[in-house]
């Protein structure tokens, strides 16, 4: 794994430090389709960050699938986002090692292989 990608739907920019690298799917140019950030995301090898439930949906089509983090609460502030984002991104890295999708909800973390 060599980093993350994020979703338009999300900051280009967080307010905590990640142990590896994360990336805006803006840097792929102006909105692209789920197929180019999926399959940027599996040639780069990036877990794709996203609210989009398409990207979670499409994980059980894929034999080799990248891995996705499913970020499954509504609209909120950007300093609530950034302050629960780092509350929780240590764990979302220790379960993404292991499991293809991690389903990120404001009271648990689901993981599955």
């Given at each position: ?88 991104w ?9 499991h ?6 404001l ?7």
């Amino acid at each position: 794994m060599n980093g993350f990608l994020f979703d338009e739907n999300l900051p280009a920019k967080v307010l905590f430090i990640p142990s590896l690298p994360i990336i805006h799917v803006s840097t792929l140019g102006n909105s692209p389709s789920d197929s180019q950030i999926w399959q940027y995301a599996k040639d780069k090898n990036l877990v794709i960050v996203s609210k989009d439930v398409d990207f979670s949906d499409r994980l059980m089509l894929d034999l080799s699938p990248p891995k996705v983090v499913h970020l499954r609460f509504g609209n909120m502030r950007k300093s609530v986002f950034h302050s629960f984002l780092a509350s929780v991104w240590t764990q979302i890295e220790d379960l993404v090692t292991d499991h293809k999708l991690i389903n990120v909800y404001l009271d648990r973390i689901e993981a599955f292989k």
